[in-house]
């Protein structure tokens, strides 16, 4: 009997362990799986980036990479993964995810995405890059009033942005017709 209880003890055990550990990986993995709004966001960033022409001297030579840096938590997750060494405009996409742009890393950003927990760098770095050929996009409210290029903003349950041309023109950035008539609104100076 006293036999018995130990490997019925053990079973239970053995059979908890497995258990907890597939609950365990199942909750990791939706942990790392972004919303359907970020997963839309990320297409649209990726997107953004074919739609954009950077002037010459914004690399170095033919082969430097696009960076596309997350700034602040990264809202999606496994998202831009996907993307990470894809090419655009014949450049490959790297993906840096950034604490803050005072990281020596941010001088190799051609595109930066300010998440909601960056909402004081965003304050302090926006003038730093007015005049420099980096496009500013974010889905904080009032990013383009602070000199953002592009805005990202929910209606009527649907992912939608606003682009700010001007920004945009003084950082030499020149945004195609075709993504200014994917814009819900085009902010003008």
Request: aromatic share 8%; net charge neutral; glycine share 4%.
């Amino acid at each position: 009997m006293l036999a018995l209880r130990s490997i019925l003890a053990r079973t239970c055990c053995i059979i908890l362990t497995f258990v907890w550990s597939e609950l365990l990986l199942a909750s990791s993995a939706a942990a790392e799986r972004p919303s359907l709004e970020y997963q839309v966001k990320a297409s649209l960033l990726f997107n953004f980036l074919s739609y954009i022409e950077w002037p010459a001297d914004a690399f170095t030579d033919d082969s430097v990479d696009l960076f596309l840096c997350v700034v602040g938590s990264d809202p999606f997750g496994v998202a831009l993964e996907a993307v990470d060494g894809e090419l655009v405009r014949g450049r490959r996409l790297t993906v840096l995810r950034l604490a803050a742009m005072e990281s020596p890393e941010s001088a190799r950003c051609n595109a930066v995405f300010f998440s909601a927990s960056a909402s004081e760098n965003v304050a302090h770095t926006l003038p730093y890059l007015r005049r420099r050929p980096v496009l500013t996009v974010s889905d904080q409210l009032g990013f383009l009033a602070q000199g953002g290029m592009i805005e990202f903003l929910i209606t009527d349950k649907k992912v939608r942005f606003r682009v700010r041309p001007e920004a945009a023109k003084r950082a030499r950035l020149a945004l195609s017709s075709h993504l200014l008539r994917l814009a819900e609104s085009v902010i003008t100076d």
